[in-house]
């Protein structure tokens, strides 16, 4: 049976790998079956496209040839009625003429027929001047056809050339596709940046990638572009297109893949191997651990590691020695085995003894924190290194980074990246709004709700209509009214004593504090914004 169970095991485990890599295989085939039919359903859209480009441009050059034609129409119009005025003059005086010669040829033609001599010759003389008037056989009378003015016949009108421009009209020749400079493209933790070399008669470039199975584009005018908010250690491939008038050129692509996070590698603190000694497990810079090493005689420790990306955060412990076999303090009850006793026996002793002692506080290094990008809402963006937060007038689609640390889908929220768990800590909001909220939160609160509405913070809320008031535990508010207003807020948080203070970084007034019975979980600073912008200022020392 057992020989059984192992076949059986080996077996499964052989079907096992390959159900993985057949799995893996179907999936990297489906991905690039999507990519082919995305492929061609552009290519059926670029084509369309050019299509209606077409139909317009040859609509729009008909429109032209007929404007056209009714322009020249008009101007041969305006010619040939001068001319015909001018010959019509002629013909209007030749007509006048030939009535007049009519009219004595008539009556010229009837005293002929005269047979009464002394009628005829009292007509004759009369007769006579009537035909010497008649001047239609006068030379300067008669007028040549071809003399005559005709402007319309000067008109030419020759479309060859513009027949030959029509013949050779295309569609244009596509923009080369981009070259992209792989050894000037870099990458950190959480960015990417892609150098390509410009083109000619390039009007924008369009870069495509993929963040968690989203897709992202952006359009750039100049020779570079920078993804942020990336994954770290993880493989991102970029597409690069050029466009000008005729249309989109060939995609050309590089592979990045983003460096490691050094905050990821966070030394671990073992057990201290004596009373006077604690060890530490450090990483390599791939984040494998080594051996443990021993560190001995530091009064406060604090541990970090470093990579070529960067450092990690700190990590620190505190360590009480224990007390010495004969100490001197003040107590009441009898003391004579106290003092003489091991250490086991000090303990035993130590229940009927009142020891006055002062306890130390805790050492707490200046606050620093950024905004962090993973819990960013869809309506705001970030600068400056992640210390700047602005308003967006639109809604800027982006994955959810992990499930746990999920983004804000109401879209104005976001928290800081580093947490408080104890003591007091201090930092400063420079504000360029009129509607925000500025508190801390629990890293669980609702991610479809802001800080000023939600059971699971605690804010300074500012209205556009210029009311403060203290929010806290959902729809509990308290309206306070600081004179002036300020434009750089101060937030003291302590966490020991739950309290949050609110201040007026350039006065130093006091505008407000909450009181809470007791935090249960760490603290993030946490910020709503509904316009402008709010910058964070850190490593502050705590106020007096």
């Given at each position: 049976m057992a020989a059984l169970e192992e076949v059986f095991s080996q077996r499964r485990a052989e079907l096992q790998v390959g159900v993985d890599r057949l799995g893996a295989r179907l999936t990297e085939v489906e991905e690039y079956l999507r990519d082919m039919e995305e492929r061609r359903e552009h290519i059926e859209q670029s084509a369309a496209a050019l299509n209606d480009v077409i139909k317009q441009e040859c609509e729009a050059l008909h429109e032209v040839i007929r404007q056209r034609e009714v322009e020249m129409n008009r101007q041969v119009a305006l010619v040939s009625e001068d001319d015909v005025a001018?010959?019509?003059?002629?013909?209007?005086?030749?007509?006048?003429?030939?009535?007049?010669?009519?009219?004595?040829?008539?009556?010229?033609?009837?005293?002929?027929?005269?047979?009464?001599?002394?009628?005829?010759?009292?007509?004759?003389?009369?007769?006579?001047?009537?035909?010497?008037?008649?001047?239609?056989?006068?030379?300067?009378?008669?007028?040549?056809?071809?003399?005559?003015?005709?402007?319309?016949?000067?008109?030419?009108?020759?479309?060859?050339?513009?027949?030959?421009?029509?013949?050779?009209?295309?569609?244009?020749?596509?923009?080369?596709a981009p070259v992209i400079l792989s050894?000037?493209?870099?990458?950190?933790?959480?960015?990417?940046?892609?150098?390509?070399?410009?083109?000619?008669?390039?009007?924008?470039?369009?870069?495509?990638?993929?963040?968690?199975?989203?897709?992202?584009?952006?359009?750039?005018?100049?020779d570079s572009f920078t993804a942020k908010n990336l994954a770290p250690e993880t493989t991102y491939a970029f597409v690069v297109s050029s466009r000008n008038k005729t249309g989109t050129s060939l995609k050309s692509s590089v592979e990045l893949v983003t460096k490691s996070d050094p905050s990821r590698f966070v030394p671990v603190l073992a057990d201290?191997?004596?009373?006077?000694?604690?060890?530490?497990?450090?990483?390599?810079?791939h984040g494998a651990r080594e051996d443990v090493t021993n560190i001995r005689e530091l009064e406060s420790p604090v541990i970090l590691y470093r990579n070529?990306?960067?450092?990690?955060?700190?990590?620190?412990?505190?360590?009480?020695?224990?007390?010495?076999?004969?100490?001197?303090?003040?107590?009441?009850?009898s003391t004579d085995n106290f003092a003489r006793s091991p250490l086991a026996e000090q303990e035993e002793a130590c229940e009927n003894t009142t020891i006055t002692s002062t306890r130390q506080s805790r050492y707490q290094t200046p606050f620093t924190f950024k905004f962090c990008p993973f819990t960013l809402g869809t309506t705001l963006t970030l600068f400056d290194r992640d210390t700047r937060v602005k308003m967006l007038h639109y809604t800027c689609g982006r994955p959810s980074w992990s499930r746990f640390v999920p983004s804000f889908s109401g879209g104005c929220t976001v928290l800081g990246n580093k947490s408080v768990s104890f003591g007091k800590q201090y930092w400063e909001v420079s504000v360029k709004s009129k509607s925000y909220s500025i508190g801390v939160a629990y890293a669980d609160m609702p991610r479809d709700r802001t800080i000023m509405d939600s059971s699971r913070?605690?804010?300074?809320?500012?209205?556009?209509?210029?009311?403060?008031?203290?929010?806290?535990?959902?729809?509990?508010?308290?309206?306070?009214?600081?004179?002036?207003k300020p434009t750089r807020i101060g937030v003291l948080l302590d966490y020991d004593r739950c309290t949050l203070s609110f201040t007026n970084a350039e006065t130093n007034e006091h505008i407000g504090t909450m009181f809470k019975w007791r935090y249960t979980q760490p603290l993030y600073p946490a910020f709503s914004l509904w316009s402008g912008e709010l910058t964070i200022h850190t490593s502050f020392a705590l106020p007096q």
């Open positions: 001018s010959v019509q003059q002629v013909i209007d005086k030749i007509k006048d003429e030939i009535q007049k010669s009519r009219t004595s040829f008539t009556y010229a033609r009837e005293v002929l027929k005269e047979t009464d001599h002394g009628c005829f010759l009292q007509n004759v003389d009369l007769i006579m001047k009537k035909i010497d008037v008649a001047s239609i056989d006068d030379v300067d009378f008669i007028i040549e056809p071809t003399e005559i003015k005709c402007d319309v016949e000067n008109l030419k009108v020759d479309l060859s050339q513009m027949k030959e421009k029509l013949k050779s009209i295309d569609i244009g020749s596509l923009p080369e050894d000037e493209c870099r990458t950190t933790s959480d960015e990417a940046y892609i150098k390509w070399q410009l083109g000619n008669d390039i009007e924008e470039y369009y870069v495509e990638y993929k963040v968690e199975n989203v897709r992202m584009h952006a359009i750039v005018e100049g201290p191997t004596d009373n006077s000694a604690y060890a530490i497990s450090p990483l390599t810079e070529k990306t960067g450092t990690s955060p700190n990590t620190s412990v505190e360590l009480v020695t224990k007390q010495s076999p004969v100490v001197t303090t003040a107590v009441t009850g913070s605690w804010a300074l809320d500012v209205t556009k209509d210029g009311r403060f008031a203290l929010a806290y535990e959902r729809h509990s508010y308290r309206d306070i009214y600081p004179r002036p």
